[in-house]
């Protein structure tokens, strides 16, 4: 089982930018698919991107295609969701979720189901 744990949200306004990080102890790191999904008020969790920590591989829904960048840094157990001309709309609480990898299927799962563990969320406010 492995440990995650959000950091990185805030208040920003509308067109601005933030960081959003996910720290992953236990287990082996590059050995995990890695999702930041999010989930606003009344609605349900959804993801935003996710990524193969071995093969890099890495994809990304189509309301944050250009926008955002999901990225690790394997030597610190870093993953990172890099968010550009953040909307109103993105406001939620932002999760990063882990399973171990399959060996035979190089990219991660977007469905919240496939994951097993997860942190408690890190909660991004975008006014407009």
């Known amino acids: 089982q492995v440990q995650l744990v959000e950091s990185g949200g805030g208040l920003v306004q509308a067109g601005g930018s933030l960081r959003l990080s996910c720290a992953a102890s236990g287990g082996t790191f590059s050995n995990r698919d890695i999702g930041w999904f999010r989930q606003g008020s009344g609605k349900e969790r959804e993801v935003v991107a996710a990524?193969?920590?071995?093969?890099?591989?890495?994809v990304y829904s189509d309301f944050v295609k250009g926008r955002f960048t999901i990225s690790r840094e394997n030597a610190k157990n870093l993953v990172y969701l890099q968010m550009n001309a953040l909307k109103s709309e993105d406001t939620a609480g932002y999760y990063c979720a882990a399973r171990t990898r399959r060996p035979t299927i190089s990219y991660p799962p977007t469905s919240p189901s496939e994951y097993r563990d997860w942190g408690q969320g890190t909660q991004v406010t975008v006014s407009s």
């Open positions: 990524i193969n920590l071995f093969t890099g591989a890495t």
